[in-house]
């Protein structure tokens, strides 16, 4: 199984994206996750394009773009074209999951499908043959810095019975409240990709803070 740390540059220094960006760019994190947010699917408004475009100028690592938006088809080629590489949209916010994601693949990039908290597994169980993967939000999405959330583990253990009797390859992530206090047991419960803003940036040495993340 993948073990991959995926920094959510929403806790970044935006006075420093630059260095952030740098500082990411040469650690042990594999990916580099963009929380978009347009203050109407979540209440909080985060970054769009031309931040997103410096964040790219800065690292070639894979950009994986999470997008808190409401109707995130109209955008799909246009993160695309700004360097992303796995799109990821929500499932509440989309009446037709797995057009959506057939449309992310054929626009070239990898095709992810997230789920809020209150959201269960069985919303996306159909359309894991067409989704490269699910991220589980183990927070309520908006706001970087909150608790992880304790029902997130069975969410993990049910996707990944799921994906292994499928046989799909859907990679697993998750995203909120994430640190070395849970990163080693997330790994071990089947997760692929572990998002984490405030326990990277928040550590007095973000670098090593990742590599604890994954030796976890
Ligand atoms: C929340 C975002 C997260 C957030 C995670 O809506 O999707 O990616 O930045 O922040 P932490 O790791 O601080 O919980
Ligand atoms: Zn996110």
């Not at 994430?178 to 984490?196: I, P, Q, S, T, Y």
Request: aromatic residues 6%; contains cysteine; glycine residues 10%.
């Amino acid at each position: 199984m993948a073990r991959i740390i995926s920094p959510s540059m929403l806790s970044a220094d935006f006075g420093h994206l630059d260095r952030d960006t740098r500082l990411m760019h040469d650690s042990a994190a594999e990916w580099i996750h963009i929380d978009v947010m347009d203050g109407v699917f979540v209440p909080n408004i985060s970054f769009g394009f031309p931040v997103m475009k410096a964040i790219r100028a800065a690292t070639d690592k894979f950009m994986d773009v999470h997008l808190m938006i409401v109707e995130p088809e109209r955008y799909f080629e246009r993160f695309i074209d700004a360097g992303a590489q796995l799109v990821t949209f929500h499932q509440e916010a989309v009446n037709d999951p797995r057009a959506a994601l057939e449309q992310i693949r054929s626009l070239g990039a990898k095709s992810g499908i997230s789920i809020k908290p209150g959201t269960p597994v069985s919303a996306i169980a159909d359309v894991l043959d067409v989704a490269d993967l699910v991220l589980i939000m183990s927070v309520e999405p908006g706001f970087g810095g909150q608790s992880f959330i304790e029902g997130s583990w069975d969410k993990v253990r049910q996707l990944r019975r799921l994906i292994d009797e499928k046989g799909t390859g859907t990679l697993i992530e998750i995203d909120g409240g994430v640190g070395v206090h849970n990163a080693g047991e997330l790994f071990r419960a089947g997760c692929d990709a572990l998002v984490a803003g405030s326990a990277v940036f928040g550590a007095p040495d973000p670098k090593a803070e990742i590599i604890k993340m994954l030796e976890a």
